[in-house]
């Protein structure tokens, strides 16, 4: 099966920052990745798929990219606006879905 | 696009679990579904999803719940459901509806606790 590593697991930063998470895949999955935001209590929200294509609705601050080798994927979000402080989680479903262990952006 | 979740509860051990969705807003015949839980242990899970008809109609299952779980649609009524069988501990956590593989729209969840 195909692992994902998520990392870091939480990080501290400023309304305006540049945050940046990634999920490594152990083995090549192309594109097939997505990213969600999820906030206590609420279902995940979908904001990138097929690792950079950005979801309807979804702020420009928002974006998605991964290596040509198809293993490492990043999330970036530019100018960190106080609606997204939460938790972000990859998706690979390449084979065998899976998530990434999540990723808790708080304030600083 | 709206989806509804509704049958969690608890139960014990062994017991058996029907979980229901209700879907609209979207042609849902046309939809692949899927079924992602969250656990205490695990965090988001994928347990499985159905393709629409017109591409088979099957389901796949994630390892944990294989044989245990089975995910089917009513077309005719919009609606999914994930029948439970054989529950564990480890199943315990929020049961959560969504549209499409990979998952887009989300339900709100619903609850299932496994506990003696």
């Known amino acids: 099966d195909i692992q994902v590593t998520q990392s870091p697991s939480s990080l501290s930063a400023s309304v305006g920052d540049r945050v940046t998470i990634t999920c490594r895949a152990s083995q090549g999955i192309r594109s097939d990745l997505v990213w969600y935001q999820q906030k206590p209590g609420k279902a995940p929200r979908r904001l990138i798929y097929a690792a950079s294509t950005l979801q309807w609705g979804v702020p420009s601050r928002f974006s998605g990219s991964g290596s040509g080798s198809g293993t490492e994927f990043t999330l970036t979000i530019s100018n960190l606006q106080p609606e997204d402080f939460a938790t972000y989680y990859c998706?690979?479903?390449?084979?065998?879905?899976?998530f990434g262990g999540g990723t808790k952006v708080e304030i600083k | 696009v709206q989806l509804v979740e509704s049958g969690g509860g608890f139960v014990k051990p062994g017991e058996s679990l029907r979980l229901s969705c209700a879907a609209s807003?979207?042609?849902?015949?046309?939809?692949?579904m899927t079924w992602v839980r969250q656990t205490p242990g695990k965090g988001l899970e994928w347990v499985g999803h159905?393709?629409?008809?017109?591409?088979?109609?099957?389901?796949e299952y994630a390892a944990p719940v294989k044989g245990r779980f089975s995910i089917s649609r009513d077309d005719s009524k919009s609606s999914l459901s994930l029948e439970m069988s054989s529950l564990r501990s480890e199943d315990t956590g929020v049961y959560y509806c969504?549209?499409?593989?990979?998952?887009?729209?989300w339900g709100q969840g619903t609850m299932v606790t496994v506990s003696s």
């Open positions: 998706l690979q479903h390449n084979s065998s879905p899976l």
């Open positions: 807003g979207f042609p849902f015949n046309d939809a692949w």
């Open positions: 159905i393709k629409k008809k017109s591409d088979g109609g099957a389901a």
């Open positions: 969504t549209t499409h593989f990979p998952p887009e729209s």
